[in-house]
């Protein structure tokens, strides 16, 4: 399988994640966070907000347990061939959704390869419309379910973007907030990010 490249942009430095269709782990840095106090004054310079990216592949997955705590983000992956694969993608996000008090970001990708032919083109067009209704219950945004295919590099380095843009917000929020609940009554009340 063809890895994607995604390169994630810094105000310091370029880091890069190098994306395969396993269960993988990887981390994304930012060092652009300061938190501010209503006077202006910089009370942290905490430099990181580090964000961990887990993909969930329900297409080759041979267990349905894959590892849910700490991570800040989820692709999950399907087979768009496979009504099974499907199933266990629903079975996927219901664990993750129980694991956290708010869900972590999540997008979808529909896994096909070169068998996207006008033979199975019907049944690849009613998985793929089974799953969008399904993200729009789960307020998934349209956006974030797209097909995606490692071995045409289709969507892979687009979705892990998308993914660790929106990781980085809920980490951020998650930092802020927990910031927030730490300093309650002090004179901090703001938190703003430059």
């Given at each position: 399988m063809m890895p994607g490249i995604?390169?994630?942009n810094t105000p310091r430095n370029i880091y890069n994640l190098t994306i395969s269709l396993d269960t993988i782990q990887n981390d994304v840095e930012n060092s652009s966070k300061k938190i501010v106090n209503n006077n202006g004054d910089i009370v942290s310079?905490?430099?990181d907000v580090e964000v961990l990216l887990n993909m969930v592949d329900g297409g080759a997955q041979q267990s349905n347990d894959p590892v849910l705590s700490g991570y800040h983000g989820f692709f999950l992956v399907y087979n768009i061939f496979q009504p099974?694969?499907?199933s266990r993608m629903f079975a996927n996000y219901e664990r993750i959704s129980l694991h956290y008090k708010t869900t972590p970001p999540i997008v979808v990708g529909?896994?096909?390869?070169?068998?996207?032919?006008?033979?199975?083109?019907?049944i690849c067009a009613t998985n793929f419309k089974q799953v969008s209704m399904w993200c729009q219950s789960k307020n998934i945004f349209?956006?974030?379910h797209f097909m995606v295919s490692p071995s045409e590099n289709i969507n892979i380095v687009q979705g892990f973007y998308k993914l660790s843009k929106h990781a980085y917000l809920?980490?951020?929020q998650q930092v802020q907030q927990d910031y927030?609940?730490?300093?309650?009554?002090?004179?901090?009340v703001s938190c703003l990010i430059q």
């Open positions: 995604l390169p994630y310079t905490e430099q099974t694969s499907i529909a896994l096909f390869n070169s068998r996207l032919q006008k033979d199975t083109h019907d349209e956006q974030n809920y980490k951020l927030i609940n730490q300093t309650q009554g002090k004179d901090t």
